[in-house]
T-cell receptor, first 112, second 114 residues
Framework: QKEVEQNSGPLSVPEGAIASLNCTYS??????FFWYRQYSGKSPELIMS????GDKEDGRFTAQLNKASQYVSLLIRDSQPSDSATYLC????????????FGKGTSLLVTP | DAGITQSPRYKITETGRQVTLMCHQT?????MFWYRQDLGHGLRLIYY???????DKGEVPDGYVVSRSKTENFPLTLESATRSQTSVYFC?????????????FGPGTRLTVT
């Protein structure tokens, strides 16, 4: 079983703070890693992808990947109430046509 | 508009009935996927397709059938619906392009089996 693990939360941070979301995965052959944001009742929305070790920044979001530790993280700087959502970590599965294995998600609440 | 659409958005059906959920994408993506999302389980892969006429099972395929006669369409059929198939169903697609394989999701179909 290929596992993708996330803390379910809820993670509560004050407006303007940095939110840190973590994810570990079990399949060492995975090469592509993604973060999706999902608002209640909506579909997952891709916000970050990362393929190489290190950091990748896009606006207020930074994804971090450490393949040796099988660890992916997402940092959200200057958190806003509109960032309140569930964040899904996803890892590609080369054995299934590059389908994604998802974690169960971390619920983030940004309080004004 | 370009993108990925699903229909119907909401469906209530009775146990034992056949139900087909539709998925259509306008990007000409090669790969298409069906996931279901349930509380406590997250998103799980039902079936996927690498191209027209090429489909394969995912993690939870029992009770479902798919077909892909055209690149842009990937319908999912519940042959005889059961209450355990009450769920939110998402279709997704991705194109080829190195190791990218970023997936984009449709709006989902909320299915209730009574």
């Amino acid at each position: 079983q290929k596992e993708v693990e996330q803390n379910s939360g809820p993670l509560s941070v004050p407006e303007g703070a940095i939110a840190s979301l973590n994810c570990t995965y079990s399949d060492r052959v995975s090469q592509s890693f993604f973060w999706y944001r999902q608002y209640s009742g909506k579909s997952p929305e891709l916000i970050m992808s990362i393929y190489s070790n290190g950091d990748k920044e896009d606006g207020r979001f930074t994804a971090q990947l450490n393949k040796a530790s099988q660890y992916v993280s997402l940092l959200i700087r200057d958190s806003q109430p509109s960032d309140s959502a569930t964040y899904l970590c996803a890892v590609n599965d080369p054995d299934s046509g590059y389908a994604l294995n998802f974690g169960k998600g971390t619920s983030l609440l940004v309080t004004p | 508009d370009a993108g990925i659409t699903q229909s119907p958005r909401y469906k209530i059906t009775e146990t034992g009935r056949q139900v087909t959920l539709m998925c259509h994408q306008t990007w000409s993506h090669s790969y298409m996927f069906w996931y279901r999302q349930d509380l406590g389980h997250g998103l799980r892969l039902i079936y996927y397709s690498a191209a027209a006429d090429i489909t394969d099972k995912g993690e939870v395929p029992d009770g479902y059938v798919v077909s892909r006669s055209k690149t842009e369409n990937f319908p999912l059929t519940l042959e005889s619906a059961t209450r355990s198939q009450t769920s939110v169903y998402f279709c997704a697609s991705t194109g080829e392009g190195g190791r990218s394989y970023e997936q984009y999701f449709g709006p989902g179909t909320r299915l209730t089996v009574t």
